[in-house]
């Protein structure tokens, strides 16, 4: 059976078939498209859109990579041992 090679919405770059974050290569890129379409849902006409803190906003990316780091040494300790 023949899968096309998926790329990311968002840079184009090839996705693994299984990676958690498609349709995105990388949380990043899913952040980033997030953030994007959080933006065109609140950019009202007439009134002033809420932009997104740059700095904020890598901030939650840390978090959230720190996050699943914490997730996969927890999973990890039991697999390790088996
Ligand atoms: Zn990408």
Request: with cysteine; charged share 40%; glycine share 6%.
């Amino acid at each position: 059976m023949e899968r096309a090679q998926a790329r990311c919405s968002l840079c184009g770059k090839n996705v693994e078939p299984n990676a958690p974050s498609r349709p995105f290569c990388s949380d990043r890129c899913k952040m980033v498209d997030l953030g994007r379409w959080f933006r065109g849902q609140y950019a009202i006409p007439g009134e002033p859109a809420i932009a997104l803190d740059p700095e904020e906003f890598e901030e939650h990316l840390r978090r959230l990579e720190a996050r699943r780091a914490e997730e996969r040494a927890e999973k990890g300790e039991h697999d390790d041992d088996a």
